[in-house]
């Protein structure tokens, strides 16, 4: 296969793999501003830290390595619009996606968003380059979770919500926790 082909059918593979849907935003001396991002998971919870993936050519990628501060938001199933905004899908500034939904600041001023599934407040700790993209561990300092509502995927090129089971709803308790 040519690097093209393969490249081609990486991503068709990667079309495979179901995945949650995330809004990392930030706000500070470099702006507010956010994107849609689904190369995002946990890495260790001692201490808590995710990893996000973001590629180098957005203009967001240096907005967050500047500001640091960040907020993963964990969409909703109902956030299917908030998704295509904040991926570029739709014509709206990024001023007009904030205005579109309910946002109040974090504990770091990064725009936390109302109703999200989970909201995991941080700062990056360390970038690593891998080919066009970085690789940003987010250290978690704040944490807030819903106890209700549907979660929303990633797959096949489309966003799917995906229903809570009774039993998960019935068990779980909406939570926060400060360091």
């Known amino acids: 296969m040519t690097n093209k082909e393969t490249k081609r059918r990486f991503r068709d593979a990667m079309a495979c793999l179901p995945a949650a849907v ?20 946990s890495v260790t ?33 109902e956030y299917q619009d908030l998704a295509r905004d904040f ?16 946002w109040k600041a974090g504990r770091s001023a990064a725009p936390v968003l109302s109703h999200a599934i989970a909201n995991l407040e941080g700062s990056i700790v360390e970038l690593k380059t891998v080919g066009s993209h970085s690789v940003m561990f987010v250290r978690i300092d ?3 979770i819903r106890a209700d509502g549907d979660g929303l995927i990633y797959f096949a090129r489309q966003f799917h ?19």
């Open 45 to 77: 919870d001692s201490p808590p830290t995710m990893l996000v993936c973001i590629n180098q050519a957005s203009y967001v990628h240096d907005v967050l390595r500047e500001n640091r501060s960040v907020c993963i938001n964990v969409l909703a199933g």
């Open 22 to 41: 995330n809004v990392i935003t930030t706000d500070g001396p470099s702006g507010r501003c956010g994107l849609t991002a689904s190369a995002v998971c």
């Open 142 to 144: 704040d944490v807030s």
């Open 161 to 179: 919500r995906l229903a809570r089971s009774a039993a998960a709803s019935a068990g779980a308790s909406s939570t926060q926790f400060a360091r």
């Open 87 to 102: 991926a570029g899908m739709t014509a709206c500034t990024m001023a007009e996606r904030f205005a579109r939904h309910a």
